[in-house]
């Protein structure tokens, strides 16, 4: 940054030295007189207008000095001519304007002939026999070459200091951009790789805070699914006790206590392989959606179930087959099971896959969709093992597509039945 500065401070004090302003036309009061006398100035330095209203009357001594040597020239009286200066105009900046000095000589010792020249901004007012006034003034291109080459050079440096600023930009804003790709990589995967700590202090001390947060996310994650996973592996000590005891005891209550456990065991089981499914690393990889598709569903259709795998482009993305399959089979396995058939649709819209399964089942209420996606959660309140499932599954499908940084809902079709949708960035 100080780099950058000291370059346009180097550019501006060049402009001082090449292209120094222009020394200002200086006229004498003989010459303002030629110019009324004439109506015009041949040169084009000095513009003659005639004006309706009166001048603008200044008490500055040395401009009335000029007023009273034009009148004196054109042999009118004192009070037809009336001059006005830039500082009589601007009496803070009087100090400003000064004529130019001869060699050795002070402020008050410049020539006699300056005391009657102007130079800069100024206007002379000469009343006419028709009571008008002949207004006499610089004309506004004097300097106009100037004011041009001082424009090319703002450009010169513009187009100079332009990279250098680009340049810093991206270094200043490059930081930044690494911690939104590293946010939008820990979205998708807990256990991707940290953050280089590199850089300055400050960006340095940013980047270790990141990798803190997330070795912190995974370590809570994998506290949470490891207590989980461990309470379900106890139950099944006592499980397999109240299995022993029930040998004994009566046909009728044999039969109905061992589904039961059976069933006690079923949940267990899909516990412990969901706790495994998500605390296990994956290993991403291209891969096309489409042929994970076809595979499942092929497999639904060798059982002699009804699925329908709609024909389209293929899809690819990164991420982890074995989840990716166990998504789709979740999808099409829960629509076969309440509405005997399902029907599977893949597109893509923009940077994302769409994977949809319906079906024309009985659907869901209302209540039942908000909570479709809870753990352990059953919509089909009977305990028919047959109707019911372990209530993981809703659950599963929507892990792994948060865990692909995509998402997953569900919700009725207007015309019966219910629609699942799961979204997945390409």
Do not use: C
């Amino acid at each position: 940054m100080l780099g950058t500065v000291l370059l346009v401070q180097i550019l501006n004090f060049a402009i001082l030295l090449m292209m120094p302003p222009p020394t200002p036309a200086i006229f004498t009061a003989n010459r303002v007189a030629a110019v009324a006398r004439a109506g015009r100035d041949p040169t084009g330095l000095l513009k003659s207008e005639i004006s309706n209203g009166p001048p603008r009357q200044t008490d500055n001594p040395r401009d009335r000095r000029i007023a009273a040597s034009i009148a004196g020239d054109l042999g009118l009286p004192r009070t037809k001519v009336t001059v006005e200066t830039e500082r009589s105009a601007m009496p803070m900046f009087a100090g400003a304007f000064r004529p130019p000095m001869a060699m050795g000589m002070g402020p008050r010792h410049h020539p006699p002939s300056f005391d009657t020249a102007l130079f800069g901004p100024f206007v002379v007012s000469i009343e006419t026999p028709d009571g008008r006034w002949r207004v006499i003034q610089p004309s506004h291109n004097m300097i106009g070459p100037w004011r041009m080459r001082i424009i090319l050079w703002f450009l010169v440096a513009m187009a100079v200091a332009a990279p250098i600023a680009w340049a810093l930009a991206r270094r200043v804003a490059k930081p930044i951009k690494l911690f939104a790709a590293a946010a939008e990589r820990l979205g998708r995967d807990p256990r991707t790789d940290p953050l280089p700590v590199a850089g300055p202090p400050e960006i340095a001390e940013a980047a270790s805070a990141f990798n803190l947060m997330q070795e912190r996310l995974n370590r809570y994650v994998e506290d949470r699914t490891t207590l989980i996973a461990a309470v379900a592996h106890d139950l099944r000590t006592p499980l397999m006790r109240l299995s022993l005891r029930l040998e004994k005891a009566p046909d009728d209550i044999r039969a109905s206590s061992e589904g039961d456990i059976q069933e006690m065991n079923q949940r267990i089981g899909s516990a412990m392989a969901f706790v495994r499914d998500m605390t296990r690393h994956v290993r991403r990889q291209k891969l096309d959606l489409r042929s994970l598709a076809e595979s499942v569903t092929d497999d639904f259709a060798d059982r002699g179930d009804a699925v329908v795998l709609h024909p389209g482009d293929a899809l690819a993305l990164e991420g982890d087959a074995p989840s990716l399959k166990a998504l789709l089979a979740n999808l099409v396995g829960n629509a076969v099971k309440y509405a005997g058939h399902a029907d599977v649709r893949l597109r893509r819209e923009g940077g994302v896959a769409i994977v949809e399964v319906s079906d024309s089942g009985p659907g869901m209420a209302q209540a039942d969709l908000e909570r479709a996606f809870e753990p352990f959660f059953r919509a089909e309140q009977s305990r028919n093992r047959d109707t019911g499932g372990s209530g993981l599954g809703l659950a599963s499908v929507r892990a792994v597509a948060r865990g692909h940084g995509g998402d997953a809902t569900i919700a009725n079709r207007p015309e019966g039945g219910l629609i699942a949708q799961v979204t997945l960035p390409v």
